[in-house]
């Protein structure tokens, strides 16, 4: 699975990883559409965290299509909003 932070790069996550981000992703989701405004920081810096711990940066002169597009780090909650959804940000 390959995830792109806006503004960082992309990050290679095993297979083996891929419930975890769905986990995580889902509970940014829920703080966004629940309209928990003071649970999205910890949420999301938790999911972007963990996508650059467990994952492996890849290079720029490497080309891959992205399985994920996570927002820059410093998005606001109001921007959540349109980008967090129920469907997720993996594509069914």
């Known amino acids: 699975m390959i995830v ?4 960082e790069g992309q990050f290679r996550l095993a297979d083996s990883d891929a419930d975890r981000f769905g986990e995580l992703e889902n509970a940014v989701a829920a703080a966004v559409e629940g309209g928990r405004e003071q649970d999205f920081p910890g949420a999301f810096a938790t999911l972007l965290d963990y996508v650059r711990s467990a994952g492996e940066p890849i ?3 490497e080309l891959a299509t992205s399985d994920a597009i996570l927002p820059p780090s410093d998005i606001t909650f109001q921007e959540a909003g349109r980008e967090f959804t129920g469907e997720g ?3 069914d």
Do not use: F, K, N, T
């Open 4 to 7: 792109r932070i806006s503004g």
């Open 59 to 61: 290079g720029d002169d």
């Open 89 to 91: 940000l993996i594509p």
